[in-house]
């Protein structure tokens, strides 16, 4: 038997305005059910909270952020790393064991200065490596204005 995939979309909280091209947010989520387990993931998010992010943009960063905090599982690790003019880290690598209390933490998050994209990166795959082991996937997210990149520690994007 062959499993099926299903999918399921939304939109964001775009106002769609009748007569004006406006941009708009659709969020595709894909399933294979009964995929089996996963390995664990090393996950480290690097979140540009620079004055540039401030208002919606970081709002839906936040919220992007606590979703990924939904989709992990105990034997996971996060790790979230803020930066603009400084770089801070905000949830060192933890297990993903307690999500209120990780999601209250992301939610805590509001814009500062000026944007340090390099030094959010290098924090962030600081971090992942210090939990790397052999067994796990290990990937980084980095969220600067407008773009999302996925890499492994010793890869270049």
């Known amino acids: ?12 909280p775009s106002q769609l305005l009748a007569q004006h091209a406006t941009p708009a947010d659709l969020l595709v989520r894909f399933r ?31 919220r ?16 979230v790393v803020l930066y603009d003019d400084s770089v801070t880290t905000l949830i060192a690598p933890t297990a993903v ?30 971090h992942v490596q210090a939990g790397a082991s052999g067994s796990g996937s290990v990937a980084c997210w980095c969220s600067p204005t407008g773009r999302r990149t996925w890499a492994s520690p010793g890869t270049t994007c």
Request: glycine share 12%; proline share 4%.
């Open 1 to 12: 038997m062959t499993p099926t995939l299903s999918a399921h979309a939304s939109f964001g």
């Open 32 to 62: 294979l059910p009964g995929s089996g387990a996963r390995r664990p993931v090393n996950l480290a998010l690097a979140i540009d909270v620079s004055g540039s992010m401030a208002g919606s943009p970081l709002k839906h960063a936040i």
């Open 64 to 79: 992007a952020a606590q979703a990924v905090v939904d989709s992990l599982d105990a034997q996971d690790l996060l790790s």
């Open 97 to 126: 064991t307690d999500r209120a209390a990780l999601k209250e933490r992301i939610g805590s998050i509001r814009a500062g200065g000026l944007t340090n994209l390099s030094g959010g990166w290098l924090k962030a795959i600081e």
